[in-house]
């Protein structure tokens, strides 16, 4: 009976595909979270240069800004489980030699930008392909709770992953994080193994990638809402979102931390956010 007052609360989570989503991914994004602050403050702690995070930053995200929109043309036309299966695990093996790089002592501030460099690629076509993949999981009716909840999960991490990823730094180093990061990879890839997924039935029309491009701008810009939402958007992840950036900065030059106080700071930084994106995915959502 409490299981289904909850399930009715969150339609989402009776699929059974999306739960297994939700648990490889949360598994997966603690991993990455703790990579996330092992990396600043390694990258920080090599010359003690906040452009060094500028540059490691800018080398991951550059790839998502340029290449983001014509993925998403090209995710809707592959089989979108495959492509996660091969980013995934691109993404572990990235994860563990960088993680093997730093246990031996044999990293830079310009091989972590080049590693940074390659996630973002990579990213670029995994993060369409996995938003994406939402609705193969749910269907259209209980997309707008699967988003939400999606949102709650990687907010939940990024409450729990900095956390642990500080005490480990301070006890073992960074090299640990990267390495726990690359296992747990393992636990979103065993989910997408493990889903049942019917037979695609979309037929894909073959359309060169600048159309599909210029199709969806066009989509977007006459649309006011997606058009001002993703405005905003921009605005606030470009002006706003980016001092996560300096934190390894300012726990140790104004606050005086350790890795662990770092951590503690990304911590407290996530609890606001997976308390309201919960709130959202308790909401009834109309897709009408």
Request: proline share 5%.
């Amino acid at each position: 009976m409490a299981l289904s007052r909850f399930l009715a609360g969150f339609p989402a989570l009776r699929h059974r595909n999306f739960r297994l989503f939700i648990v490889g991914q949360g598994t997966s994004l603690i991993g990455y979270w703790m990579q996330s602050v092992a990396q600043g403050w390694l990258v920080y702690r090599l010359e003690e240069r906040a452009l060094d995070l500028g540059k490691v930053a800018f080398a991951g995200y550059l790839p998502i800004l340029l290449l983001a929109p014509f993925a998403g043309v090209i995710a809707d036309h592959l089989p979108r489980r495959r492509v996660l299966v091969a980013t995934q695990t691109v993404l572990m093996l990235l994860a563990a030699t960088l993680g093997v790089l730093v246990r031996l002592d044999r990293v830079s501030v310009p091989l972590v930008v080049a590693f940074a460099g390659a996630t973002g690629l990579v990213s670029a076509l995994d993060v369409p392909t996995r938003q994406s993949f939402l609705v193969e999981m749910v269907g259209p009716e209980d997309l707008p709770n699967a988003i939400a909840l999606n949102s709650s999960i990687f907010n939940g991490a990024r409450v729990v992953g900095p956390a642990i990823a500080g005490t480990i730094v301070r006890l073992a180093g960074e090299a640990p994080c990267f390495l726990l990061n690359a296992l747990s990879y393992l636990a979103v890839l065993a989910a997408l193994l493990a889903m049942r997924l019917p037979a695609d039935p979309r037929v894909r029309h073959p359309r060169a990638l600048r159309a599909g491009f210029f199709s969806g701008l066009r989509y977007v810009w006459g649309t006011p809402v997606l058009r001002d939402l993703l405005l905003l958007l921009g605005i606030v992840c470009g002006l706003g979102v980016q001092y996560m950036i300096l934190m390894p900065v300012f726990a140790r030059t104004v606050f005086d931390a350790g890795a662990e106080g770092y951590g503690l700071l990304l911590t407290a930084a996530g609890i606001g956010s997976m308390a309201s994106s919960l709130q959202l995915a308790s909401r009834r959502c109309s897709t009408e």
